[in-house]
């Protein structure tokens, strides 16, 4: 299950906030019984990219042995 604060990972690209699968963020609220996340997508200097409402299909959890990866985002 998906809880505030966890970090998840991005599984489908999002091409009207330039974010792409694979992205990782942080869930800020999850919307009744899992129903929805409001997740916050933040730029590794700290620049707010875009909080975007998700359902649980657009979602995961990191899975043990990945990495992140860096990647400029276009404005």
Do not use: C, W
Not at 26 to 32: A, C, D, E, K
């Amino acid at each position: 299950m998906i809880e505030e604060l966890d970090r998840i990972v991005l599984t489908q690209d999002l091409p009207d906030y330039n974010l792409k699968s694979g992205d990782v963020r942080t869930v800020m609220l999850v919307h009744g019984e899992n129903e929805g996340y409001e997740v916050e997508f933040v730029a590794l200097t700290g620049e707010r990219l875009a909080v975007v409402s998700l359902p649980p299909s657009q979602l995961r959890h990191i899975q043990r042995g990945e990495i992140a990866h860096v990647r400029m985002v276009e404005a």
